[in-house]
């Protein structure tokens, strides 16, 4: 079936320095893929989304890569900072699969100072 | 300000007392979906609807049950609850992309869910 799955639980960095989230996902159909940040305690939220039908978008110091011939999906966070320490998720929708989004396991991002 | 509100955010409960989490989005979307989320298996969701009266089950549906009266409202129900049901649960919603597709999710603060 599908999945999206993370290639690293955890990832450490030096505030200031760049970070590089992975994702990879299974089902070549796969339509849509969003970025989700969820801090402690609170509920994930929305940070970029790209379609299929495009490689990189950029938001503020965040940029998506979507590789499809490998099936990989990344989050490049430029000179972290502390509030960027959270997990980070990625998600999957098909337009067949009628309302289901399937998330990864998530990389926990912590930021040292 | 636009924000999709669960109630109760804790609960301890016992097994077999009914009982039910409420969701409420004030966004007018169309996209409303149920995830619980436990230690090392994420996010997983239970139920959704893509419109008033539309529901169909996720991925882990058992135990629980939803409705979908009112398009702000997707309250979910545990009707004879379980040890295995303790998690932390979260209520989104959304516009449609496309037919079949929501867009961003918008969550809910989440609800942590005891059940002894």
């Known amino acids: 079936g599908e999945s999206v799955g993370l290639h690293l639980p955890t990832l450490s960095v030096q505030e200031g320095d760049n970070s590089i989230i992975n994702c990879a996902y299974s089902?070549?159909?796969?339509?849509?893929f969003i970025w989700y940040k969820q801090e402690s305690g609170k509920g994930p939220q929305f940070i970029i989304d790209?379609?299929?039908?495009?490689d990189k978008r950029q938001g503020q110091r965040v940029t998506v890569l979507l590789n499809k011939t490998v099936k990989h999906l990344s989050l490049q966070i430029a000179a972290t900072q502390p509030g960027d320490s959270a997990v980070y998720f990625c998600?999957?929708?098909?337009?067949?699969?009628?309302?289901?989004?399937?998330f990864g396991d998530g990389t926990t991002l912590t930021v040292k100072p | 300000e636009a924000q999709v509100t669960q109630n109760p955010r804790y609960l301890i409960t016992v097994t077999g007392k009914k009982l039910t989490v409420t969701c409420s989005q004030n966004?007018?979307?169309?996209?409303m979906s149920w995830y619980r989320q436990d230690p090392g298996l994420g996010l997983r969701q239970i139920y959704y609807?893509?419109?008033?009266?539309?529901?169909d089950k996720g991925d882990v549906p058992e135990g629980y049950k939803v409705s979908r009266k009112e398009k702000r409202n997707f309250p979910l129900i545990l009707e004879s609850p379980s040890p295995n049901q303790t998690s932390l649960y979260f209520c989104?919603?959304?516009?449609?992309?496309?037919?079949?597709?929501?867009?961003?999710?918008?969550f809910g603060e989440g609800s942590r869910l005891t059940v002894l």
């Open positions: 790209i379609r299929s039908n495009m």
């Open positions: 966004m007018n979307h169309e996209y």
């Open positions: 609807s893509m419109n008033v009266e539309v529901t």
């Open positions: 089902n070549s159909a796969s339509d849509y």
């Open positions: 989104a919603s959304s516009w449609r992309l496309g037919q079949y597709m929501p867009g961003e999710l918008f």
């Open positions: 998600a999957e929708n098909l337009n067949t699969n009628a309302g289901k989004s399937t």
